[in-house]
């Protein structure tokens, strides 16, 4: 099969090729990809090659990896993390966000949670409204981050097909959505006072030190760890977790663990830990 500039499509991905990808994504963003994933780096890019005109993966590496190529880097590393998601995926966290967490902060005046890998926002705007809901007139803020700008700019629109929005409870898609009409029937839109509480910006988990993003008395790292090497996994989450209050929360994702880690958390309930007062 060929696509409109007479690419070969489904020629496979040599070792070497895959290599370099290996090595470039490995060293921009922490990001191991083995020699497994030759399939998912062949459906990621090569649409993207059809656009350029480019006939192998090996040309589509010399312009990524070059000084030239910062853009460009920045669309292949935007196809190859965009994973999608959904509004109050993993129910459990959100369970305990408003059964143990809120609670026990109820007194606390200013409450600053981080989304560490956001996608396209559906995490970061389901604590919205569980904050929103449970802390009336209280002060709060979610801070959301991702290495895909192709994804942030879809997180700040708020605009979703109705089913990443599923779960969302019925008083709460009244309460914070917009249903579609005409051209965005079988959408919403989560509403603008909502949106305003949600901060969105790029971040490379690999290289946290280049911010300085104060601290936080809860983060969701949910889905993202299981994609560095064991190395990067433990960098990353202690960058992570010197950026979390004393007392504060770390929430993983379900098939993640921290098991054997040395990271100084105490173990709540499989995949949430609590940082020591």
């Known amino acids: 099969m060929t696509g409109p500039h007479g690419i070969a499509l489904d020629e496979e991905v040599s070792d070497h090729?895959?290599?370099?990808?290996?090595?470039?994504?490995?060293?921009?963003?922490?990001?191991?990809?083995?020699?497994?994933?030759?399939?998912?780096?062949?459906?990621?890019?090569?649409?993207?090659?059809?656009?350029?005109?480019?006939r192998h993966l090996g040309q589509y590496h010399a312009l990524i990896s070059s000084e030239a190529g910062a853009q460009e880097r920045q669309r292949a590393i935007d196809l190859i993390t965009t994973n999608e998601t959904?509004?109050?995926?993993?129910?459990?966290?959100?369970?305990?966000?408003?059964?143990?967490?809120?609670?026990?902060?109820?007194?606390?005046?200013?409450?600053?949670?981080?989304?560490?890998?956001?996608a396209t926002g559906e995490e970061a705007y389901t604590l919205a409204m569980l904050l929103d809901h449970h802390?009336?007139?209280?002060?709060?803020?979610?801070?959301?981050?991702?290495?895909?700008?192709?994804?942030?700019?879809?997180?700040?629109?708020?605009?979703?097909?109705?089913?990443?929005?599923?779960?969302?409870?019925?008083?709460?898609?009244?309460?914070?959505c917009l249903?579609?009409?005409?051209?965005?029937?079988?959408?919403?839109?989560?509403?603008?006072?909502?949106?305003?509480?949600?901060?969105?910006?790029?971040?490379?988990?690999?290289?946290?030190?280049?911010?300085?993003d104060g601290q936080y008395?809860?983060?969701?790292?949910?889905?993202?760890?299981?994609y560095f090497d064991c190395e990067t996994k433990l960098q990353v989450l202690r960058d992570v977790i010197a950026r979390l209050r004393p007392g504060g929360y770390l929430v993983v994702g379900h098939s993640e663990s921290l098991h054997g880690m040395d990271l100084g958390l105490d173990m709540q309930s499989p995949s949430i830990y609590r940082k020591p007062a």
């Open 135 to 176: 802390r009336p007139g209280a002060s709060w803020s979610v801070f959301a981050s991702d290495i895909s700008t192709r994804v942030l700019r879809f997180a700040r629109r708020a605009l979703y097909p109705m089913v990443r929005g599923q779960n969302i409870p019925r008083a709460y898609l009244r309460r914070y």
């Open 17 to 54: 090729d895959m290599l370099l990808f290996q090595r470039l994504f490995k060293q921009q963003i922490g990001l191991h990809l083995p020699l497994s994933k030759k399939a998912l780096l062949q459906s990621r890019l090569a649409g993207r090659l059809n656009e350029l005109g480019l």
């Open 217 to 226: 008395d809860l983060i969701f790292l949910r889905n993202v760890i299981i």
């Open 86 to 118: 959904y509004f109050f995926r993993e129910p459990g966290h959100f369970d305990f966000v408003v059964g143990q967490w809120l609670p026990q902060l109820a007194q606390q005046p200013q409450l600053r949670i981080w989304s560490a890998a956001s």
């Open 179 to 212: 249903m579609g009409v005409g051209e965005y029937e079988g959408h919403f839109l989560v509403q603008a006072d909502l949106r305003a509480k949600v901060q969105f910006a790029q971040r490379n988990l690999t290289r946290l030190d280049e911010h300085d």
